[in-house]
């Protein structure tokens, strides 16, 4: 039996009306129960749609939350996939400077080398130019005429003396 204002209203008590009953007394106890009855309905009519309301908007909560999460795993997947660009994206740049570097490297060794063997040429050729001045000299100290070695310091020709202290000048002109 469901209590609504129907109920209510079927409610009446032949007996109030009786010679001992005051009937006014029991009308208005049954009216006031009656106003009350039919606030409460009122109020739970009134909350019944507030409940609909609320459950209303958990759904769209719900839904506001599914997308919100759908959102959260684009922008996370997206980011993922620009960090791994920029990550490939800086090692191809680093594979490039290596390269550029190695490149350098190689081309500062080959100058090297190039500038090290032009001076070992010149080295060399300064030893043979110095080796056949020191030959030079030293034929120039001996007579052309072979077995004709000078006896002592004063059958030694005059020039001979002036090339010594030539050479002593210059070694130690060298040596300083």
């Not at 009308?27 to 129960?33: P, Y």
């Not at 740049?93 to 080398?113: F, P, T």
């Not at 052309?144 to 050479?167: F, H, N, T, Y």
Request: aromatic letters at 8%; charged letters at 35%; hydrophobic letters at 40%.
């Amino acid at each position: 039996m469901a209590l609504d204002q129907e109920y209510f209203d079927s409610i009446h008590i032949d007996i109030v009306k009786k010679k001992y009953y005051n009937a006014n007394k029991v009308e208005a106890v049954f009216a006031d129960i009656r106003k009350q009855a039919q606030e409460l309905m009122e109020e739970n009519a009134r909350l019944r749609e507030q409940l609909q309301g609320v459950g209303s908007r958990k759904a769209e909560l719900g839904e506001a939350v599914f997308s919100a999460q759908e959102l959260y795993r684009d922008i996370i997947e997206k980011a993922n996939r620009r960090a791994a660009a920029i990550v490939a994206e800086a090692e191809q740049k680093r594979l490039a400077i290596d390269g550029e570097n190695q490149r350098q490297q190689d081309y500062s060794v080959q100058k090297v080398e190039q500038c090290f063997d032009r001076v070992r040429r010149q080295q060399q050729a300064a030893m043979d130019t110095l080796n056949a001045a020191w030959q030079d000299f030293l034929c120039g100290l001996y007579p052309d005429e072979p077995g004709a070695a000078p006896e002592s310091d004063s059958d030694l020709p005059e020039d001979l003396s002036e090339k010594v202290d030539a050479i002593a000048r210059e070694l130690f002109a060298l040596e300083n």
